[in-house]
């Protein structure tokens, strides 16, 4: 096992080795780009040892918000052939061009801690973004939530891409018609380890109509071919909404808006309720079903301050299946597989984000346990995209930003 020092000096070396000057690329190869959400999770880490650096990757990422707020999930800044699909296939406009979808919201719940962690040296750049993050907030609201519940219009605009939440939405996408394409992914790592050809047929399906609507996104919304309430993502934003108006609050600004959205989110947290599962759930509106999964989402109700009884023991059955951290799929799930992407594996970062809703609502034993054991696979199977939750062993890319990046802000800290 390697020593404390020794990996908190590599994990600096990795982000340091995917900086291209303003933003930080996931790793290098696999994904040659800057992407939403890992991008803030990279910012964090930079915090740890070079602050200034930390805040002008959310500069750079905010730089590409569209004009009706949206923060698209890639921006492509410099053309590579080693990602697919690119900026041609996603045609998302803008300059540097991007995706058109967005990412889980994670930039106000992430600057927050940055911010108080210093504020004399973050405020100038908490000024100019708080305005741009009420304005993304803004765009969720009015995109991309339903019924007082948000939602995804493509599995990648959860960052949870094959995981078994979608498997009823994804079922309803015909993706027999893209025609031929080359994968990148499976030239970079195991196909094993990925999404099937059936799953990126209809991402691509997916791409396809929302291209064919301008990426207009109430057409997206209303039109697109997937559409499904993620609780994972409510949760986020949901928290999201709480520390920007904490951070406004904080800056003297008015944010009675912003508690309004936040109320709206908390009032429709028992609507996401499974009463078979016991759980919170991903539900399919084009099908009116639920996904009956025990995911990520019911994980990431603390972070939001949402707590529930009846979900704690059932939870706690599923994480004492594994070894190393909370895995992104039930392990008693009939599909369950330790192996690949979203429907198995533990992935640090979301055992950060879980922890900090541990944190939130006081599990202490809790937070300890999962901090223990995301260091201890990281010890392991180093600085992994993902782990394999019952040996720790490395899944996906190596030499990975958000993995190194939890390492220096919570895992690898005592
Ligand atoms: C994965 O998603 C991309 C598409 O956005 C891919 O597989 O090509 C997900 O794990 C996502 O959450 C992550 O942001 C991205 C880059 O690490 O990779």
Not at 49 to 68: C, G, H, N, Y
Not at 94 to 117: D, F, N, Y
Not at 310 to 336: H, N, Q
């Amino acid at each position: 096992m390697t020593m404390t020092v020794e990996l908190d000096a590599r994990a600096k070396e990795i982000l340091r080795g995917n900086d291209r000057g303003g933003y930080t690329v996931p790793t290098h190869g696999l994904y040659p780009y800057q992407w939403n959400w890992d991008s803030v999770f990279s910012a964090w880490g930079f915090s740890t040892f070079d602050l200034p650096r930390a805040w002008v990757e959310i500069e750079t990422l905010f730089a590409s918000q569209k004009a009706d707020g949206m923060v698209p999930h890639i921006i492509f800044h410099q053309v590579d052939p080693g990602y697919f699909p690119g900026p041609d296939v996603w045609q998302g406009g803008g300059e540097p061009p991007t995706s058109g979808i967005s990412q889980p919201p994670v930039a106000a719940i992430l600057a927050r801690l940055m911010w108080e962690g210093d504020r004399d040296a973050g405020r100038a750049a908490i000024t100019a973004l708080y305005p741009k993050m009420v304005a993304w907030h803004r765009w969720w609201m009015e995109h991309r939530v339903v019924d007082g519940v948000a939602v995804v219009t493509h599995p990648w605009e959860s960052g949870r891409d094959n995981c078994p939440d979608w498997d009823h939405g994804m079922a309803g996408v015909d993706g027999s018609n893209v025609g031929e394409y080359h994968r990148r992914d499976t030239g970079h790592v195991d196909a094993d380890m990925r999404p099937k050809k059936i799953d990126y047929d209809r991402y691509l399906a997916i791409v396809y109509a929302g291209r064919s609507m301008g990426w207009d996104q109430a057409r997206v919304l209303a039109e697109g071919p997937f559409l499904m309430t993620d609780p994972a993502v409510h949760f986020i934003l949901l928290r999201a909404m709480d520390d920007l108006a904490a951070i406004g609050r904080d800056l003297g600004q008015d944010v009675a808006e912003v508690e309004g959205w936040a109320e709206t989110l908390r009032a429709a947290v028992p609507d996401m309720w499974n009463p078979d599962l016991g759980a919170y759930d991903a539900y399919d509106l084009k099908s009116g079903q639920w996904a009956n999964n025990l995911g990520t989402g019911a994980w990431l109700s603390y972070l939001a301050g949402v707590e529930n009884a009846a979900m704690d023991a059932r939870l706690t059955k599923a994480w004492d299946k594994v070894r190393y951290g909370i895995p992104s799929a039930d392990p008693e799930g009939a599909t369950f597989n330790p192996k690949r992407y979203w429907r198995g594996p533990s992935w640090a970062v979301m055992n950060a984000l879980i922890a900090l809703g541990f944190q939130r609502m006081g599990h202490e034993a809790w937070d300890a346990r999962l901090r223990r054991e995301t260091a201890d696979m990281i010890r392991i199977g180093g600085f992994a995209e993902y782990h394999d939750p019952l040996d720790g062993s490395p899944c996906g890319g190596a030499n990975f930003s958000w993995t190194a990046a939890i390492w220096l802000t919570w895992a690898g800290r005592d």
